[in-house]
């Protein structure tokens, strides 16, 4: 969530206040009063403005705080004041979608879009969004117009990764690895991308290339129960059963309701002891 944080966009500059009101009185009084009403116009819009930004900067705030319905809420009170304002509908949308209100999510995103069509971020959690809808297709197309409409890397590194997902998911292996890597590329401290890809290596039983990737998961993400034990497994189909029961150990520690690692490590335990109990068993 951390990730999706921080690509959350802040719009529309901060307006420096100048009294235009002031300003359009004394058109007014001086007869030019069409001069007046324009001024006055654009006094209006720039409140609006104003507002709206102190509305969206509140959605984010309660965002941040997990408070959804409450973001919700003041990023509608931003469209409001500021009805084409693009960023307050993304927002919303991103807002609706963790609460699981997938449909409002991408009818708040495809109107972002229809304002704003090359805004990376609407496709990205519009992409976001079909995904956890299921609908990987579309999801992957959305992605694929973020990474063409953005520069910013750590967006390119999050589609890029969550387009590798999506792949994944309907049985493009190869294309899904191809995105972790270019994931990687533009963001090497991306841990989750770092996961993916061991576990496309675990799957293709590339285990060195998956134990290297789940080692620099761990190093970057110490508290990664899933990291740890799927090393442990690795380690155990390599033949390091002390390295393996370390992991279990360490997953444990991190997650003492680990019920598959209990497993894994009762299994480790007790393998080595079956030629003892032969013997004993036989005489």
Known sequence: MKK????LCLCLPLLAYADCNDDANKLRESGRVDEAIAVLDNCLQQEKNRLARTYLLLGISHYQKGEQQQAIASYTKAIEASPDYAVAYTNRGL????????DKAVSDLDHALQLAPD???????RAFTLHLKGDYQQAIEDYTHALDTTDDDV????????????RANIGKKEQALSDYDNALERDPSFAPAYFSRALYYQHAEEYDAAIAD????????????KAVYNRGLLYKEAGKDYLAIQDYHKALALKPSYTRAHASLAIARFIPLLPILLVAMLG
């Open 4 to 7: 999706i944080i921080s690509v």
């Open 95 to 102: 807002s609706h979608a963790v609460a699981g209100n997938l």
């Open 119 to 125: 805004y990376a971020k609407a496709w990205y959690f």
């Open 155 to 166: 967006v390119k590194a999050l589609a890029y990764h969550r387009r590798g997902l999506a």
């Open 214 to 225: 789940y080692s620099r998961v761990i190093e970057l993400d110490p508290d990664n129960e």
